[in-house]
């Protein structure tokens, strides 16, 4: 594991993430929708710059900037169009502290994590958008803010929660690891954008909570290289639920659970990493927005989302 904190480390280390994927298969619950080539394509791309500063063995501090490069494009009548935002997005920082002194403990380990998200990013980017008028046989241009999922920005000043757990199992360099990140909004639960949906009590965006879990082994295969591989399993999504507030305005709460393969390359200061999560379940759960509809007109509402199959997740970090 080549993780900043772990002994033997310098005090300073920079960072480059990034992760793409096309969300263009839809769901309601967990059953898919046959809309391929006339739903909603997402294309997103994620970059997040991190500056970390070790303040020694067992405390680091990180921060992070995400850039963000979104097009997502949808049909009416026939004719596909395109919206899309670019730019920074919420900047989080983060302290980290191993509960075992690394030097003492380097077969296995823990680290907690306690931070917060800023927003810097937009999060009411507009769009052009497309209608059909079928009187006049025109296709109508109206400005509007683009879709939640490709927004910049929340708007919302999150707190973050994080836990990271290896250690070794069985035979030298085969690590068992964990993980949990939770990102919870504390203050409000809605940013005062428009959505412009039919459903009354989704017509403000929402500010969501969200979590990312992982697990699974990570072997070294040829030590001479540095090179490690490593199999798991990967839950991402958004709860129905803020952990506070109300948990007003719309959202799309769900989940994806993926195996998640990897391929690691650490060389002196250096470290390259590549997974390649592939999707073995999709769910878009009923939102609140949802069930309170629901009771208002008495027939029973539950939203869509759109997945992706797969994703691509690129690492490069460097000790300074």
């Not at 395109?82 to 191993?98: K, L, M, P, Q, Y």
């Not at 999060?123 to 683009?146: C, H, I, Q, W």
Request: proline share 5%; aromatic share 14%; glycine share 10%.
């Amino acid at each position: 594991m080549n993780i900043i904190g772990s002994p033997g480390c310098d005090p300073w280390a920079m960072s480059i993430d990034y992760r793409y994927f096309n969300s263009l298969h839809d769901y309601v619950g967990r059953t898919e929708n046959a809309r391929i080539g006339t739903g909603v394509f997402n294309k997103s791309n994620f970059t997040d710059f991190g500056l970390t500063y070790l303040i020694d063995p067992r405390w680091s501090v990180t921060i992070e900037l995400p850039f963000v490069i979104n097009d997502r494009s949808q049909e009416t009548n026939g004719l596909r169009y395109h919206t899309d935002a670019v730019g920074i997005g919420d900047t989080s920082i983060e302290g980290n502290f191993w509960v075992f002194d690394p030097l003492k403990h380097p077969k296995g380990n823990i680290l907690l994590g306690l931070g917060m998200s800023m927003p810097t990013g937009n999060d009411r980017a507009m769009g052009t958008f497309l209608s059909y008028n079928k009187t006049d046989k025109v296709y109508v241009a109206t400005e509007e803010p683009v879709d939640q999922s490709i927004q910049p920005g929340t708007g919302g000043w999150d707190g973050i929660l994080d836990l990271y757990v290896y250690h070794q199992v069985a035979v030298t360099g085969l690590n068992a690891y964990g993980s949990a990140t939770y990102q919870f909004v504390p203050f409000q639960n809605t940013n005062g954008v428009p959505t412009y949906r039919s459903n009354p009590f989704e017509a403000i965006t929402g500010i969501t909570d969200s979590y990312l879990y992982r697990a699974g082994l990570e072997y070294l295969l040829l030590p001479r290289q540095g090179i490690s591989a490593s199999w798991g399993l990967r839950m991402e999504g958004v709860p129905v639920k803020n952990w506070f507030g109300d948990s007003a305005g719309f959202r799309r709460p769900g989940y994806s659970i993926d195996w998640e393969p990897g391929l690691i390359w650490s060389h002196k200061t250096y470290s390259f990493r590549l997974y390649v999560p592939f999707s073995i379940l999709h769910d878009r759960t009923q939102s609140l927005a949802d069930q309170e509809d629901t009771v208002l007109t008495g027939k029973y509402q539950h939203g869509d989302a759109f997945f992706a199959n797969y994703e691509i997740i690129l690492g490069f970090s460097k000790k300074l």
